[in-house]
């Protein structure tokens, strides 16, 4: 079965002309679609692929109002909110593709929607110390990527775990 994709495909290139390779851009080329073309060109080709302009990169900036936070002194157990603001300061829409914690203590709640250009956005980060956080000062730090310069930002948060309050 491999042998007959294998020679389909061969056959393919050959039948279209014998060049492996598609010229876009003067002389940029490529064989394998990049990951952000998406849709279809203005004229509408076959394979409802888009070209993406090289001037106009797919990538933006953000500004966190702050990228820390500390809680000051929490008990064991409870839930600590903080949101994190921060504006598009680029171009085009920010979408941030995932937003992970350090510990499973920290839990980390990124927008599914993208945030357009110039507009304000929100991540709210909850934190929840362990029994064997109580007495310390813990550091917890949140890695959010997105398509933004430098991809991967770091949010923080700090809180003095306290053992609870006994009746």
Known sequence: MKKILGAVFLFTLVACGGDNESKINDGVSSLVADEGLVGTTPEGNEFGVETRNPLSPGSTTVKYIESSHDFGTVRYPSDNLYTFKFKNTGDVPLLI???????GCTVPNKPEEAIMPGELGEMDVIFRPKEGQQGEVVKKRVTVIA?????????????????PILD
């Open 97 to 103: 593709e995932s937003a992970t914690a350090s510990c």
């Open 147 to 163: 398509n933004t310069e430098p991809k991967q930002t770091y949010l923080e948060i700090t809180a003095n775990v306290m053992a």
